[in-house]
């Protein structure tokens, strides 16, 4: 069609044609956004149902949770296909990231996850865990006896605990200058703006409260622990604390910026083979104990996968050289002697007082009890403002 | 026939400009949810009406209809995305702020008229939101410092080098903002070269005085983190200045010489009132994002120097409270936007770029 | 006295010339610390005491996958959204610079506003409306946030960069017998590629950059900069050191390629030019 070209005043014209592609098409395009939108909505979008078990899994752990052999044997023995991640890097933010979706009803991608156990029993309470069927996991009976059957999942049916660990005090020699033992000796000014402390709350506070005297067991209204909060808060206002770390207290300690800090048992027993003035210990007055474990997640269809690895990992053989690598005490039974049987390095873990804690180290040690919603809001509130979020 | 349609598309501009607010308001109505079921049906017809009205306006128009009508066009899609992600959001943050969570993990918080989360927000949080504005202010200030020498130089003494030189300034800042920011980290490590040279200069003193370093160290304290904020907002200064700078007449300069006889009486009275509009676009584009920032607080800060970026994440994405958390975001909004709007009425929004 | 400003002038002189010296070095102190300790040989978690020299780091940059991979991502969501952006952008920036229409100051204003708010209220807002509406946080949601930044930035710079040019050639391309969108394609669009391409080149450079607007909308998307955050709370690999100086290096040559490219462009139009003569 021809197109008559007039040469209007104001400069070039815009022809009919071109006036409709460009206004009509794209203005409807515009507009069928928020259909797609309000579509996306409702749907049930996010990576759905895996459509019965797909000889497949995917396992979102911690960082360096895991040695280097284990996912690939995994798969060479079963042939189930283990995509194994480590974006978990803090239990509160995991949790905000999925929550949208789960409590919408909405599968995420992994089946499993391994949250910090107040975390797991928070899963299990609002129904984001599925039973696993234990019976078909006969490794399960591996599981270390003090382990078993908590308070929140008293059928040990939800969960079966990945790692577990101690949290104390690590510090470097070098700069204290003096041996450590006890809680009372962070709050040393001689240390100030040199201490560091985790913002894990339950294992700063933990180790505060029983510096108190308290018994962890017994805390159950933020009343119980405000004594502890407010040591805290005070050391903070007087510049003895320097930062509030995750797992990035290590190289601090290292290169002596902390002086001592609240440590997980595993992170210090790496460090301390490459640079022995640090150490680490459970403090007089008591350490807490506390674990990772491994949720099968709601909404996930690959159950025999899932009991697959549970009975994999439970194998003492599978976990020994999975402690070797992480140096984190094991759930399951009769990894001492497996670590024995592996010869070097490993043998030498088999003594280590970390791995094994004598009896006088168990003893000293305490882990807390399931906190209600509105507790642990308040004891989240007052932490959050003293780490100054 | 064509007398009544002209008389009908008289004023083609109202029409365009018409349908494009019909379309922007009734995107962010369906996006900000004010619109459900039956109404959300009707809304959509209404747009859909609109389009159709447009699209036939421009079709029995005349060419200058269309002409008139042209930019509209052009303008809708994007204009519809910014009001569906920009708008909406808003307006769904400003819904957030005013609503209340029944228990903890209370996904979607109802609307209630909450205007306690504001007063939390302000009473709570006062310090962060001080430390904010502080911290950007003076890491505004420190930008200019820094900043206008260069642009200076670049603008006056660049020559045929310029476009190199303002590269130059660019390029630093293709690499990740993290990643400088932790690098800042070895920078003022305890170990690092710059404490390592202030010791030996004896300078801790002096340091310790000012409440610049803190028990010996220079990382984790608020001046870390206003360096961190001023490194990272500076190009932000840099170029705005050179813009105006560069676009001063030489011989002004000249000029000004031959009359203050003075190279800094010139500079004072000619060139530094030239460059204001730079000055301003600049410290508004480093004081906006610097008050929101969260990075450099966390990576070179103590739990002393959060600020009001750390609270809003923290609230956000750990403590899940949405309302609190959109309370303060807005707070931080609504006295940003204000100070951009009384720039924008004294300035002009074409000297930002 | 004359010799006396002379001197007092040499001294402003150098003072400002230094003072711009030491921006400069200002400016380039982190840089060198990123691309020296890519050769370092950290013993503990973090890259931030000095080992000792090693060349294994840039021999396997790629040795971390989640790093990797996500950059793979980062360059995935940057890819898309720069496309759709610049769309969106260059519309807007011609509506604007060739048009006078009522509502241009508003749109101006409009346009300038995601610009200059803080990017956690962006972040959060926009999250705040996925959540609100249920929309699963996510790549697409990410994109769409990358967009919406964009789509200003482009316009803005774009509209800077187009404003004095000539309409009047697309009328003279009709005058000699194009079609307006012929005139549009072959006369318009040619010159103002530059001014688009550049901007399309800072945005896509933006969104790889981009943290606190894809912190708060990826949901368990990982992109380059959520997952140097996430590492920096565990470890620091020298890998981070080594992408980080390839992305450096790499955006240098463009840009130097892009300088080159434009000074002989400029050479042979001035060739031209004295030849016509």
Known sequence: MAMKK??????TPVSRREFLIKSGIVGAGALSLPALLAACGGGDGGDGGNGGDSKSLMFENWPLYIDEETVAAFTAATGINLKYTEAYNDNNEYFAKVQPSLS???????????????????WIQLGWAQKINMANIPNSKNLRDDLANPSWDANNEYQMPWQTGIAGIAYNIKTTGRELKSVADIFDPAFKGKIGMLTEMRDTLGLVLMGEGKKLSDITTYDDAVIGFDKIEKAKSDGQIRAFTGNDYTDDLSSGNFAACVAWSGDVLQLSKDNPDVRFYVPEEGGTSWYDTMLWVAGSENGTSVEKWLDYVYDPANAARITASVQYISPVKGVQDELVKLGGDAAKLAEDQLLFPDS????????????SEDEEAKFDERFAAITGA | MTHAQTRFTSRPEWVGLGVMVVLAVGVVSLGAGWVTGITRIIALAVMLVSVVGLVWTAFVGGLETRRALAPYGLLKPGILWLSLFFLAPLWSMLQMSLSSKKSRFDFSPSFTWEFGNYATALTDFGPQFSRSFGYAAIATILTLLIGYPLA??????????????????????FTSYLIRTLA??????????VVSLLNTLRLEGVLEFLHIMDNGRLVNTPAAVIGGLTYNFLPFMILPLYVSLEKIDIRLVDAAMDLYTTASGAFRRVVLPLSLPGVFAGSLLVFIPAAGDFVNAQFLGSPSTTMVGNSIQNQFLRELNYPLASAMSFVLMTVITASVLVYAKFMGTDDLV | MSSAMGTRQKVGRRLINSAAVLGLVYLFAPIAVIVLFSFNRPKG???????????????????????????????RVAGLATICATILGTLIALALSRYRFKGSGAVNLFLVLPLTSPEIVLGSSLATLFLARGVERGFLTVVIA??????????????????????TLEQAAMDLGATPQRAFWKVTFPLILPGILAAALLSFALSIDDFIITFFNAGSLVTFPLQVFGASRVAIPPQLNVLASMLLFGSIAIMVGGLIIESRKQRLAHGKKLARR
């Open chain 3, 45 to 75: 978690k973090f890259n931030i005491v000095w080992q000792g020299f090693t060349l294994d780091n840039w021999a396997h940059p790629f040795s971390e996958p989640e790093f990797t991979d996500a950059l793979l991502v980062s360059l």
């Open chain 1, 104 to 122: 919408a009803g909405k599968n995420i991608e992994p089946d499993i996850v391994a949250p910090t156990f107040w975390m797991a029993a928070r």
């Open chain 1, 360 to 371: 006088s180290t168990i003893a000293r040690l305490q882990s807390w009890g399931a906190l």
């Open chain 1, 6 to 11: 007039r040469i209007t005043s104001q400069g």
């Open chain 2, 184 to 193: 800042w980290q070895n920078l003022l490590a305890d170990s690092g070269p």
């Open chain 2, 152 to 173: 200076y130089v670049i603008a006056f003494r660049g020559g045929k080098y310029r476009t190199i030189l303002l590269g130059l300034v660019a390029v630093p800042f």
């Open chain 3, 146 to 167: 990358h967009i919406m930044f964009q789509v200003s930035f482009v316009a803005v710079t774009l509209r800077a960069r187009i404003r004095g040019f000539d309409w």
